[in-house]
């Protein structure tokens, strides 16, 4: 069974820090992450993906996330904060051996940033 | 280009009323989705259309809600009669044909309150 998890709820740095939000995964076979952003009232925005090749990707705003097969873990990484990064940052994961494609997301960690 | 675009944006209804959430897709994108994401939960897919066809409707409570995408374009999903825990916020997700590995784009969510 494909499952994601987000193990903490709520993370908190100061602005210009580095800052990490974590991500492990559980697929049967080989897994496309993902990471998104939501804002209050809004619908999730894509900000990165890992298919395949370099361990290291980068994405939007600065993000970046690292492929960790042996730890089954995609980490979302920003060499420094801002405090309008705060927002709700999901991972997902899909069994790129699945014909039917479904997206499971992580129960989402708060990101807070303060000046 | 034009988002996904979703309507209403706040629903009230008390239990055993019915209601309906309607979604425009990004124009060329075939496949659709609609999740429910509960508060403090990752988003759950309800069901996903490949043009006006049902590709995966295994977690969908068939028992009280439908969805339907006629023309392969927008796509209406109902719940008829509507439960309290069916307070969440719905969101509808598009994707153009590719391999799987492409990204979901997502609407901005109908945020549904039953009483």
């Known amino acids: 069974a494909q499952s994601v998890a987000q193990p903490e709820d709520q993370v908190n740095v100061a602005e210009g820090n580095p800052l990490t939000v974590k991500c492990t995964y559980s697929?049967?076979?080989?897994?496309?992450l993902f990471w998104y952003v939501q804002y209050p009232n809004r619908g999730l925005q894509f900000l990165l993906k890992?298919?395949?090749?370099?361990?290291l990707v980068k994405g939007s705003y600065g993000f970046e996330a690292e492929f960790n097969k042996s730890q089954t873990s995609f980490h979302l990484k920003k060499p420094s904060a801002l405090v309008s990064d705060s927002a709700l940052y999901f991972c997902?994961?899909?069994?790129?051996?699945?014909?039917?494609?479904?997206?499971?997301f992580g129960r989402g960690t708060q990101l807070t940033v303060w000046p | 280009e034009a988002g996904v675009a979703q309507s209403p944006r706040y629903k009230i209804i008390e239990k055993r009323q019915s209601v309906a959430f309607w979604c425009n897709p990004i124009?060329?994108?075939?496949?659709l989705y609609w999740y429910q994401q509960i508060l403090g939960q990752g988003p759950k897919l309800l069901i996903q259309?490949?043009?006006?066809?049902?590709?995966?409707d295994s977690q969908l409570p068939k028992d009280r809600f439908s969805a339907e995408r006629l023309k392969g374009v927008d796509s209406t999903l109902k719940i008829q009669p509507a439960k309290l825990e069916d307070s969440a916020v719905y969101l509808c997700?598009?994707?153009?044909?590719?391999?799987?590995?492409?990204?979901?784009?997502f609407g901005p969510g109908t945020r549904l309150t039953v009483t």
């Open positions: 997700a598009s994707r153009v044909p590719g391999q799987g590995m492409d990204e979901q784009y």
């Open positions: 697929v049967s076979g080989n897994p496309y």
């Open positions: 890992y298919i395949t090749g370099d361990n």
């Open positions: 997902a994961v899909r069994d790129r051996g699945s014909t039917l494609g479904r997206l499971y």
């Open positions: 124009s060329g994108h075939a496949t």
């Open positions: 259309f490949q043009n006006n066809g049902v590709v995966d």
